[in-house]
């Protein structure tokens, strides 16, 4: 069965630190993956989203994820955080033949001012 | 364009008790999904609605969960009778047709607190 896994279920880190949040699905098949963001008190939003092409993909408010086939990972990165990045963050998965979306747990993401 | 409206944001109810939620997705957009949210985990898909027909529903527990989506746009949630364990936030989400629209876009959430 398809699945997804967030290596940190918690990660702190002070402003201006680089961030990486790991991610890694098991599914043999092409896949679409996503990273979604929900802020304290506010819905799940698109951070971004990788279907093909360049495996480095950038998304909103500095963040950037890679996409590594063989490793089957799609790690989230920024270089510097910000208080405001405080939030938690999930990874999801689908297979191109279906648009069931598979989650990871989260991670929540505490940025110290 | 106006966003996945949800409601209610908050109930609290006992145990055995009823509790419906509705949710109104971006006009147009065809499928409707329904996720249950608890403490700590991610979104697991309850129903997946394309128009007004049931896609997938394998993970609603049938026995007290239903929802409905009779004219294919707005859908009610509903739960009779409640149990502690389905305290989470109700998640709807909805996407448009088409291989190039994969992505979905979240309501708010109904938090159900079950005392």
């Known amino acids: 069965a398809q699945s997804v896994s967030q290596h940190n279920h918690h990660v702190i880190l002070s402003e201006a630190a680089s961030l990486e949040l790991g991610c890694n699905y098991s599914?043999?098949?092409?896949?679409?993956l996503f990273w979604y963001v929900q802020y304290p008190g506010q819905h799940l939003q698109l951070l971004l989203k990788y279907f093909s092409g360049d495996p480095l993909v950038k998304g909103i408010k500095g963040f950037e994820a890679e996409f590594i086939k063989s490793k089957f990972s799609f790690n989230l990165r920024k270089p510097s955080v910000q208080w405001s990045d405080t939030a938690e963050y999930f990874c999801?998965?689908?297979?191109?033949?279906?648009?069931?979306?598979?989650w990871g747990a989260g991670t929540k993401l505490i940025i110290k001012p | 364009e106006a966003g996945v409206a949800q409601s209610p944001r908050y109930k609290i109810i006992e145990k055995r008790q009823s509790v419906a939620f509705w949710c109104n997705p971006i006009s147009g957009h065809a499928t409707l999904y329904w996720y249950q949210q608890i403490l700590g985990q991610g979104p697991k898909l309850l129903i997946q609605?394309?128009?007004?027909?049931?896609?997938?529903d394998s993970q609603l527990p049938k026995d007290r969960f239903s929802a409905e989506r009779l004219k294919g746009v707005d859908s009610t949630l509903k739960i009779q009778p409640a149990k502690l364990e389905d305290s989470a936030v109700y998640l709807c989400a909805s996407r448009a047709s088409g291989t190039g629209a994969n992505v979905l876009t979240f309501g708010a959430g109904s938090r159900l607190t079950v005392l």
């Open positions: 599914y043999g098949g092409t896949v679409n």
């Open positions: 999801a998965v689908n297979a191109r033949s279906n648009y069931q979306l598979i």
């Open positions: 609605f394309q128009n007004n027909g049931v896609v997938d």
